[in-house]
C-alpha cells in the first residue's frame, strides 16, 4: 500500500477538501483506496457522509488502543473507497500517547501489516503535533496542499523542517511527492504573485494542476459527498481529476499494483 500524508500545519488551506476529492478521484479509477481522518474534528469523515453516531471504530482506536486496521475500516458510498473515521475522541491521542515510548511510531506499526488496500491517504490536523507526526512518519510520501496567500511560503519552511527531523529520526525514506496550490483566484493578483513566487522556489515540486476556488467544492461536504460525485463537472472536479493523473505519474512505478 502506497501511504501518502497530506498535511500543513496551517489551518484551512484545503487538505481534507484535497484528501476527499484525491481519494475519490483515485477510487474512480479503480485503486483500492483508504483515506484516514487523522483529524479530531473529523471533517473527511463528515464530507464523506459518515454520521458521528456510526463512527464505531475510529482512528483513536486504531492509534491508542492498537485495534487492527481492518476492524476500524468502513465503507463509504464511493465504490472502491474506505475511510477509517475520527472524532473528537482523537484529540485525547496526544496526551494519552505521552508515556508511550513508540509515539511517534504507532500509526507505521498499525498500517505494517494491512492489507487489502493499494493506496492510503491520509488527513492530517493543523498542527504540527503528535497525530501529524505519526502520519509523517508513516508516510511513504507527502502531499502539501498549499493557499496561495502571503505567508503561506514562510508555514512552508516550518513543515520542510518538521520533515528533515521526520527523515532524521523516524523515517529516513519520506519523499515529498508535490505541492498543490489550492483555493487559487486567478482574478486575484496576489495568488498570482504567490504562485509564481512558490513554483520559482520549488520548481517542479509543485503539481502542474491548481485547484480553482471554486463554490462547489465548498458545498460538497453539506451534502456529504466529495464534489467528484456531487458535480463531476464542476471547475473543481476537473482539477482534482488532472491532480489524480499527475499524482499517479509520480507514484513510484514498481510500486503500482499490474
Ligand atoms: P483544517 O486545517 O481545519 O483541517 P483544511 O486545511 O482541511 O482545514 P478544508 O477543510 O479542506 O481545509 O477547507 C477549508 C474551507 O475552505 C472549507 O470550508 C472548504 O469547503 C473550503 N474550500 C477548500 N478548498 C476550496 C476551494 N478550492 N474552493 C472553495 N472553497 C474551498
Ligand atoms: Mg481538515
Given amino acids: 500500500m502506497i ?3 497530506i498535511a500543513n500545519q496551517k489551518g484551512g488551506v484545503g ?4 484528501a476527499i ?17 487523522l483529524d479530531p474534528q473529523g471533517n473527511a469523515s463528515t464530507g464523506l457522509g459518515i454520521a458521528s453516531a456510526d463512527r464505531a471504530r475510529t482512528s483513536y482506536d486504531l492509534l491508542v488502543e492498537g485495534t487492527p486496521a481492518d476492524e476500524c475500516t468502513m465503507a463509504t458510498a464511493i465504490p472502491n473507497l474506505e475511510i477509517i473515521p475520527s472524532t473528537v475522541d482523537l484529540s485525547g491521542a496526544e496526551l494519552e500517547l505521552v508515556a508511550e515510548e513508540n509515539r511517534a511510531t504507532r500509526l507505521r506499526d498499525a498500517l505494517r501489516e494491512h492489507k487489502g488496500h493499494e493506496i492510503c491517504f491520509i488527513d492530517c490536523p493543523p498542527s504540527l503535533g503528535l497525530l501529524t507526526l505519526n502520519a509523517l512518519t508513516a508516510a511513504d510520501t507527502l502531499m502539501v496542499p498549499l493557499q496561495c496567500e502571503f505567508f503561506a511560503l514562510e508555514g512552508l519552511s516550518q513543515l520542510l523542517q518538521t520533515v528533515e527531523r521526520v527523515q532524521g529520526r523516524f523515517n529516513r525514506d519520506l519523499g515529498i511527492v508535490g505541492i498543490v496550490l489550492t483555493m487559487f483566484d486567478r482574478r486575484n493578483r496576489l495568488t498570482d504573485q504567490v504562485s509564481d513566487d512558490v513554483r520559482e522556489c520549488l520548481g517542479n515540486l509543485v503539481f502542474e494542476a491548481v485547484i480553482p476556488r471554486n463554490v462547489r467544492l ?3 461536504p453539506s451534502h456529504g459527498l466529495p464534489a467528484l460525485i456531487y ?12 491532480l489524480a493523473r499527475e499524482l499517479i505519474g509520480r507514484l513510484p512505478k514498481e510500486r503500482i499494483a499490474a
Fill in 218 to 220: 465548498s458545498e460538497a
Fill in 15 to 18: 487538505k481534507t477538501t484535497t
Fill in 3 to 5: 501511504r501518502i500524508a
Fill in 21 to 37: 476529492n484525491i481519494a475519490t478521484a483515485m477510487a474512480a479509477t479503480g485503486w483500492k483506496t483508504l483515506l484516514i481522518d
Fill in 231 to 242: 458535480d463531476h463537472s464542476c471547475a473543481g472536479s476537473r482539477a482534482y481529476m488532472a
